[in-house]
């Protein structure tokens, strides 16, 4: 995924986190996404910082949503008691 789509990701990414945030309502988030890898970001510290985070990650690779969703329910499992 690059260009665009790819920076329209990382823009929405951090419009959900700061929705998250700002609802003092959590106390781990991560946002995953796949460009050649998984790339797992842990929003647990200030917005600025996130999308500091968010912002080093560049375009290149592949996309594969399967993959992404895997790790996804992998970390939803994690939380269950």
């Known amino acids: ?7 329209s990701l990382k823009c929405g990414a951090v419009q959900v986190v700061k929705r998250v945030m ?5 106390s781990d988030f991560k946002v995953v996404f796949y460009n050649g890898s998984i790339n797992e970001i842990k929003a ?5 910082e996130f999308e500091n ?3 080093k990650v560049k375009a290149g690779g592949s996309t594969n949503f399967k993959i992404v969703f ?3 329910d ?3 499992e994690e939380l269950q008691p």
């Open 1 to 7: 995924m690059s260009g665009s789509p790819f920076e």
């Open 44 to 48: 647990d510290s200030t917005i600025l």
């Open 74 to 76: 992998h970390l939803y």
């Open 22 to 26: 700002e609802s003092d309502s959590f």
């Open 53 to 55: 985070s968010i912002n």
């Open 70 to 72: 895997e790790k996804i």
